[in-house]
């Protein structure tokens, strides 16, 4: 395969042509890409990195792909630019809804660059709805509703994408489904989205173009089992059948990244590919809520208990959380009886009756308003360690004193978090704990976890679900999840080769960029020029990084999606397993 080959030569880079290309591949891993590259399974990363600089890309806390990719597009932690969650904390004393584009309080690598004349493409970067005018075009990403149509700048765009393309999705849409069902789903979106991308360098060729792949990110979560032998549910009969699933779509991104690069990526081009986390196996769900429960610090009311015949229900499975995903929609069912009866059922009644018989059914999952906020200190509605206080004049009905009382809250929490243990092995739950001033900074910070903690280095993942019960560990129904190792790659002009990079940020890619393409970058960004990744005595190495003043963004307005769009999203983000 026919990868081109920077010019190293020590001269002079004239900055006026340099071009960037960004391809973003959600959830890709170098603990997956290593291996596969040394076996010669991906002939395109290894022509890479012999030819460029690759590293580990350290994500942000938690490993969140809208905290991540934000702060990545910005150089900034999330107490700046506010995202830190797929749901947002807008004003205190206001309830969460989801986050879009308008809760990003800074501006990104392709609004300096635009403000500065250069040309941008952006294509399906998470958290992009609603698209902002940029000088060139831009496909919002996800977070998108699904089945609108208003989803990139110019507005036109979109309708000319479809008429030139056919059937083309910005992103994947249909993941409730069984797994043979998922794997052909990500193919099919694959396709679409290598035309789209193909179609775009041709007919709309920018300065600066980005663009995120997200097909990588459910199949890991759903498939990783099959192929580690490590993971507890590992079996030869799954291996057999789905081993191979993750390693293709890896072949497959591979390929695709061989023919971009080939027709599009010629010698005044600098090339980033870079994760906004790593994956890896997980093994148990912590019910944090239970957690919470048990050591005094959360309430329920007394009229959500279950009673007998709901406890009856729960345990034959008959709860709203077990029944509402196979009446509403195509996921994959556990029992095979229900299996056959849930079709029927489907077809025979009225939805209206449906839905009135699923809300009929006691609940397992743990709402707002299920909890009693006049008694309860703290809560968790994350699913990566995440925990509020109960905070009087932030949460809509807080009870805990800002000051002394806070600080004893939270410290009753790490206390008690370094004494967990799991109750059949008998080991140490925690790997770390952090304090929201450990990991944010800036006028946001207050919309991040007062408490976050990490769980057995990631292997086990967290839940805001809680069964109403004293459970504190549960069985995950994915078995893949986020690391805190994303992938940098970079290549071109002026770029080093074949050298291995060390302690590089996530927050370093927006600066590296704007230095790369000769624009000064803002003084407030957290985030350093890499400047170790740049040959000696090229302009890109001797040339002084230039600072300027921090300048708003221009657009922020507010914005909140409509209900029926919010509950589109979540329902895509349950099937991801981001909410339960």
């Not at 399906?124 to 919002?140: A, D, L, R």
Request: proline share 5%.
């Amino acid at each position: 395969m026919l990868i081109p080959t920077a010019n190293h030569e020590r001269c002079h880079l004239d900055l006026s042509e340099t071009k960037i290309l960004v391809i973003g591949i959600d959830s890709a891993t170098f603990d997956l890409i290593e291996p596969w590259v040394k076996s010669g399974e991906l002939p395109t990363f290894h022509a890479l990195m012999k030819s460029g600089v690759y590293g580990r890309l350290l994500s942000t806390i938690p490993p969140e792909t809208p905290a991540a990719w934000t702060s990545l597009v910005t150089g900034k932690n999330a107490g700046k630019h506010g995202i830190f969650d797929f749901q947002i904390r807008r004003l205190p004393k206001a309830p969460k809804s989801l986050v879009t584009a308008m809760d990003r309080d800074s501006r990104t690598i392709w609004n300096i660059l635009s403000d500065a004349g250069k040309t941008c493409g952006i294509v399906t970067v998470p958290i992009t709805y609603p698209p902002e005018s940029v000088n060139g075009f831009i496909i919002s990403g996800f977070l998108t509703p699904p089945d609108k149509t208003d989803i990139t700048y110019p507005p036109e765009l979109w309708q000319e994408i479809v008429s030139k393309l056919g059937k083309c999705r910005p992103h994947s849409d249909r993941l409730n489904l069984v797994k043979d069902g998922i794997i052909r789903e990500i193919r099919a979106f694959t396709d679409e989205q290598e035309r789209m991308v193909d179609y775009l360098f041709e007919s709309h060729p920018v300065d600066f173009f980005m663009w995120v792949y997200m097909g990588i990110d459910p199949l890991q979560h759903v498939f990783w089992k099959y192929m580690d032998p490590r993971h507890s549910k590992h079996t030869q009969q799954g291996k057999e059948r789905y081993g191979n699933v993750i390693l293709e779509s890896y072949r497959r991104i591979d390929r695709m990244i061989g023919r971009i690069l080939n027709k599009h990526m010629d010698e005044n081009t600098v090339l980033f590919v870079v994760s906004d986390h790593g994956a890896g196996r997980l093994e148990k769900v912590v019910f944090v809520n239970n957690w919470l429960r048990q050591i005094g610090l959360l309430h329920l009311k007394t009229n959500r208990r279950k009673g007998m015949v709901g406890t009856c229900l729960s345990r034959l499975g008959l709860t709203y959380n077990g029944l509402e995903g196979l009446f509403m929609s195509d996921s994959e069912l556990m029992n095979a009886g229900v299996a056959l009866v849930i079709p029927i059922l489907k077809k025979a009644l009225p939805r209206w009756l449906i839905e009135a018989m699923v809300d009929a059914l006691p609940k397992d999952r743990l709402t707002s308003s299920d909890i009693d906020w006049s008694r309860t200190k703290a809560y968790s509605f994350g699913d990566f360690g995440q925990i509020d206080i109960n905070l009087k004049g932030r949460e809509p009905d807080g009870i805990v004193e800002p000051g002394e009382e806070y600080e004893k809250v939270r410290n009753y929490i790490v206390q008690h978090l370094r004494e967990l243990t799991d109750p059949i092995t008998g080991e140490k739950m925690v790997t770390e704990i952090y304090t929201n001033e450990q990991l944010y900074n800036g006028k946001y910070s207050y919309r991040g976890p007062d408490v976050f903690v990490i769980f057995r280095g990631m292997e086990y993942s967290t839940v805001m679900n809680s069964d109403f019960g004293q459970a504190i560990l549960g069985s995950p129904s994915q078995s893949g999840t986020h690391r805190m190792n994303g992938i940098f790659i970079s290549k071109g002009k002026g770029i080093k080769q074949d050298m291995e990079l060390d302690s590089a940020r996530i927050i370093d890619v927006a600066p590296t960029i704007l230095h790369v393409m000769g624009s000064a970058v803002p003084e407030d960004m957290d985030g350093r020029v890499l400047k170790e990744i740049f040959e000696p005595n090229s302009t890109l190495a001797t040339r002084d990084v230039r600072y300027e003043k921090v300048v708003e963004r221009k657009d922020m307005s507010e914005f909140i999606m409509s209900k029926d769009d919010q509950e589109k999203v979540e329902a895509r983000l349950r099937q991801l397993g981001y909410l339960t």
